[in-house]
T-cell receptor, first 111, second 114 residues
C-alpha cells in the first residue's frame, strides 16, 4: 500500500464549476498536509497546506482535512482553464521528516 | 526573488557515464530534498539533508547514486555509472522547518541516458 493515494484522473470539469480532488494517506501519525500544482513540464508549486481538522480557505481554493478518516481534499471553486494541471497531495510528520507524495490527479477544465 | 536553482537543466549522456547535478537552495533554507519524477513512479524522494547532514537516503540506489552538501549553498546528486532507467526529471527542493514545513522546488534537471 502506498503512503499517499490519489486517483490519477483525468478529472474533467467545465469552466466555472467546482473541482474536487481527493487524497488518502496510510500513516495515522501524519500531521502536515500539502497540495501542490504541477503544470506539464514544470516543477511542483505549493498551493496550500493544512495541519488541523476542518477547512482552510485561500481564495478559490479550500483544503479539507479529516484525520479520523485519513482523508484530505482540495476544492477549486470557479474553475478556470488555467487550473488545468496535475495536483499532487503530500503528507509528512512534523520537523520535515519524509515527505510522501501521491501520484497526482490530472485536472482538465474545459472552456 | 528567492528561488531554488538547478544545473544543468537538461542532460543527455550515454550509459556508463557519470552524471552530476547541482542545486543551490534558497538562502537561509536548511533542509534540502532530492526527488526523481517519472511517468511510471511519480515523484519519489531520493534523499534529504538538514544543516548539510544527510537525514535519509533510503530512497536512493546506493550502488550508483550519491548525494552530498559540500556547503550550505550547494547540494549535489551524482550517478555513476548511469543507466537508461535513470532517465527522469530530478528535482531539488529546499525549505525551513520554522516556515510551516513548506518546501520550494527548483526547475529540475531533465536527464536522458542513452
Amino acid at each position: 500500500q502506498k503512503e499517499v493515494e490519489q486517483n490519477s484522473g483525468p478529472l474533467s470539469v467545465p469552466e466555472g464549476a467546482i473541482a474536487s480532488l481527493n487524497c488518502t494517506y496510510s500513516d495515522r501519525g501524519s500531521q502536515s498536509f500539502f497540495w501542490y500544482r504541477q503544470y506539464s513540464g514544470k516543477s511542483p508549486e505549493l498551493i496550500m497546506f493544512i495541519y488541523s481538522n476542518g477547512d482552510k480557505e485561500d481564495g478559490r481554493f479550500t483544503a479539507q482535512l479529516n484525520k479520523a478518516s485519513q482523508y484530505v481534499s482540495l476544492l477549486i471553486r470557479d474553475s478556470q482553464p488555467s487550473d488545468s494541471a496535475t495536483y499532487l497531495c503530500a503528507v509528512t510528520m512534523n520537523n520535515f521528516n519524509k515527505f510522501y507524495f501521491g501520484s497526482g490527479t490530472k485536472l482538465n477544465v474545459k472552456p | 526573488d528567492a528561488r531554488v536553482t538547478q544545473t544543468p537543466r537538461h542532460k543527455v549522456t550515454e550509459m556508463g557515464q557519470e552524471v552530476t547535478m547541482r542545486c543551490q537552495p534558497i538562502l537561509g533554507h536548511n533542509t534540502v530534498f532530492w526527488y526523481r519524477q517519472t511517468m511510471m513512479q511519480g515523484l519519489e524522494l531520493l534523499a534529504y539533508f538538514r544543516n548539510r547532514a544527510p537525514l535519509d537516503d533510503s530512497g536512493m540506489p546506493k550502488d550508483r547514486f550519491s548525494a552530498e552538501m559540500p556547503d550550505a549553498t550547494l547540494a549535489t546528486l551524482k550517478i555513476q555509472p548511469s543507466e537508461p532507467r535513470d532517465s527522469a526529471v530530478y528535482f531539488c527542493a529546499s525549505g525551513l522547518p520554522s516556515n510551516g514545513e513548506t518546501q520550494y522546488f527548483g526547475p529540475g534537471t531533465r536527464l536522458l541516458v542513452l
